[in-house]
T-cell receptor
């Protein structure tokens, strides 16, 4: 099976712009979660989507949003970029079956740099 | 709410020797899962080992094993016969009823040839 894929791998943006990141989960996985990794804050949970609905949400401002499509692919959007948004954004997928706790499998990440 | 603590920022081990990485956690949930992930310089997060809290038996995966002490809320990773490819950042993580992973700050492991 192909693993989790993320595009693009690298992005450079300027303050005030917006950005969209994409994640394709492992075939058959219906849950997609997003994490932000920075040297200062470590790994923080952004949100989880399952069957096109946001199921869980972390403690991030409304500038961070996401969506999931019927094929389980997910996009994450950050509007009005700030310097502090520079980070590695990781996407993870699992089956998401209710009542079970599946292992999450991660993609290679998108490195976002805000200038 | 869950918290995961990795108090050692760095460790070093000689090739072929054994090293233990420490992790403690706290959770209010009765059913939870614990993980160790490896993040090499490529930044790809790779699952090393997983432990279900309801299982008393410690998980093992080849050279990797855990020491799960539920009462002490401790979850350490032992790497036997360390190899150069084991050099990476290692994260301890927990999850409860939902899929949200809570991570520790990670430990950088270096392997000396």
């Amino acid at each position: 099976k192909a693993g989790v894929t993320q595009t693009p791998r690298y992005l450079i943006k300027t303050r005030g712009q917006q950005v969209t990141l994409s994640c394709s989960p492992i075939s058959g996985h219906r849950s997609v979660s997003w994490y932000q990794q920075t040297p200062g804050q470590g790994l923080q949970f952004l949100f989880e989507y399952f069957s096109e609905t946001q199921r869980n949400k972390g403690n991030f401002p409304g500038r961070f949003s996401g969506r999931q499509f019927s094929n389980s692919r997910s996009e994450m959007n950050v509007s009005t970029l700030e310097l502090g948004d520079s980070a590695l954004y990781l996407c993870a997928s699992n089956t998401g079956v209710v009542g079970t706790t599946d292992t999450q499998y991660f993609g290679p990440g998108t490195r976002l740099t805000v200038l | 709410a869950q918290t995961v603590t990795q108090s050692q920022p760095e460790m070093s081990v000689q090739e072929a020797e054994t090293v233990t990485l420490s992790c403690t956690y706290d959770t209010s949930e009765s059913d939870y899962y614990l993980f160790w992930y490896k993040q090499p310089p490529s930044r790809q997060m790779i699952l090393v080992i997983r432990q279900e809290a309801y299982k008393q038996q410690n998980a093992t995966e080849n050279r990797f094993s855990v020491n799960f002490q539920k009462a002490a809320k401790s979850f350490s990773l032992k790497i036997s016969d360390s190899q150069l490819g084991d050099a990476a950042m290692y994260f301890c993580a927990s999850t409860g009823a939902n899929s949200k992973l809570t991570f520790g700050k990670g430990i950088t492991l270096s392997v000396r040839p």
